[in-house]
């Protein structure tokens, strides 16, 4: 009997291991991986209420299987509350696209659409992120640099380099375009990430926009990537 209170433990655990291994090990893909861990969660939650208040009734009517309901909660609720935490006293946006330039945004290769499973929005949701981008990210602008076009590009490319997990697939000094790619660690998330160099006056500018490819939110990565290329440039000046 015991061990049908921890069924739920265990589901949730064996969730939680399975997830991350597998999109790790790739037999799964990473949205799917990640899925997993999301189930588990939702599970945590269902069961974490429910069996919190089966122990809640049992102290209240003295039954003798409280010390088992408690226990049996004791799983789901450590998984849970994070959880529930996290996602509703998280000041990052639902959004999974950045750029330092709202305006004139750098486009993707066509060819990438084909590889992502979040869609692009349509204009007025397009809209609406850029509205929660200069809420959330003020600090997310071009980075300009008293330099010509050409040196520009080349520490723009020696930054995107010097990143660790970042893949540049293409740079184009003709036209000041990189791109490149970012593997996240465990799920192995990939993000796309395009760069834009252009002249400025007396000297250049470069933009960068960066999006997942799975997914409606990031929580934040996208936005910390931009922060950490332009740590990356001002570094590569040093």
């Not at 974490?48 to 789901?76: Q, Y």
């Not at 799975?214 to 910390?224: E, F, I, L, Q, S």
């Amino acid at each position: 009997m015991e061990r049908l209170w921890m069924v739920p433990s265990y589901m949730i655990l064996t969730l939680l291991v399975l997830g991350p291994l597998t999109a790790y090990s790739g037999a799964l893909t990473p949205i799917r991986g990640f899925s997993l861990v999301f189930l588990a969660v939702v599970i945590a939650v269902v069961f974490g209420i429910a069996l919190a208040g089966a122990a809640a009734f049992a102290s209240a009517t003295g039954k003798a299987w409280r010390p088992r309901a408690l226990r049996a909660a004791l799983v789901p609720l450590l998984v849970a509350l994070p959880a529930f935490v996290a996602v509703n006293f998280s000041k990052t946006p639902t959004m999974n696209d950045v750029s330092t330039d709202l305006v004139v945004r750098i486009e993707f290769a066509p060819d990438l659409s084909a590889k992502r499973t979040s869609s692009e929005p349509g204009s007025e949701e397009r809209a609406h992120f850029d509205e929660l981008q200069r809420q959330a990210y003020p600090d997310l602008v071009p980075i300009v640099v008293a330099l010509s076009p050409d040196q520009a590009f080349e520490r723009a490319k020696q930054a995107a380099e010097s990143l660790p997990g970042w893949q540049v697939t293409s740079a184009d000094a003709a036209t000041g375009r990189i791109e490149a790619t970012d593997t996240s660690k465990i799920f192995h998330f990939v993000d796309d990430i395009v760069i834009r160099v252009r002249p400025d006056g007396a000297g250049a500018r470069i933009d960068i926009r960066s999006r997942s490819r799975d997914g409606r939110g990031d929580m934040g990565v996208n936005a910390k990537r931009v922060r950490a290329y332009g740590a990356a440039v001002a570094k590569q000046g040093g």
